[in-house]
Antibody, heavy 119, light 109 residues
């Protein structure tokens, strides 16, 4: 059974940093791209970014709204994906979902980690 | 990158069909056959329903179908059932990045 479990969420002051982890099991982590999607309270889904598997270079792409502030990385030895969030803004307040890609789709999702950046 | 445009809501009676549109541009929906759809119940994580415009993952009922014409993709739910009441989001690959739709609430009358 594929499982994705996010952790590391919480309250962070504007300008501070937070790192989310996505611990996975049930599949060969190194073979798949992994990504992050967020959902602000009462709003729709917003793509944050993803990291390709090492087979495809292990490169990353990020949404324009977080580029330069957020960084996605992965540790294939631990089957964990990370989202490093720096220079947090109030508009980054959201539930952050980790996802496993299959082809060009987000096949599996975690339950989310809540990040709150107060004004 | 702007979100793909979806109707805010659609509704239908049990047994009827509803179609949700997802309009983008030639840089996303129109440029790639990599549109996917996700179903989300309140307070739950999204669930993968359709990939590559028309393909259904195993376990997804065949009353869910996808299509695309030009810059607009569509999700059709045939034989609407009570449990189909949820929010639905489209998502398109856009050349190294992805963009989601604005989301559509499906109400079963």
């Amino acid at each position: 059974e594929v499982r994705l479990v996010e952790s590391g969420g919480g309250l962070a002051q504007p300008g501070r940093s937070l790192r989310l982890s996505c611990t996975t099991s049930g599949f060969t982590f190194a073979d798949y791209a992994m990504g992050w999607v967020r959902q602000a309270p009462g709003k729709g889904l917003e793509w944050v970014g993803f990291i390709r598997s090492k087979l495809y270079g292990g490169t990353t792409d990020h949404a324009a709204s977080v580029k330069g502030r957020f960084t996605i990385s992965r540790d294939d030895s631990k089957s964990i994906a990370y989202l490093q969030m720096n220079s947090l803004k109030t508009e980054d307040t959201a539930l952050y979902y980790c996802s496993k890609y299959s082809g060009y789709s987000l096949e599996y999702w975690g339950q989310g980690a809540l990040v709150t950046v107060p004004s | 990158q702007s979100a793909l445009t979806q109707p805010h809501s659609v509704s239908g009676s049990p047994g009827q069909s509803v179609t949700i549109s997802c309009t983008g541009t030639s840089s996303d929906v129109g440029g790639y056959n990599h549109v996917s759809w996700y179903q989300q119940y309140p307070g739950k994580a999204p669930k993968f329903m359709i990939h590559d415009v028309t393909k259904r993952p195993s376990g997804v009922p065949d009353r869910f179908s996808g299509s695309k014409s030009g810059n607009t993709a569509s999700l059709t739910i045939s034989g609407l059932q009570a449990e189909d009441e949820a929010d639905y989001y489209c998502c398109s690959y856009a050349g190294g990045r992805y963009v989601f739709g604005t989301g559509t609430k499906v109400t079963v009358l």
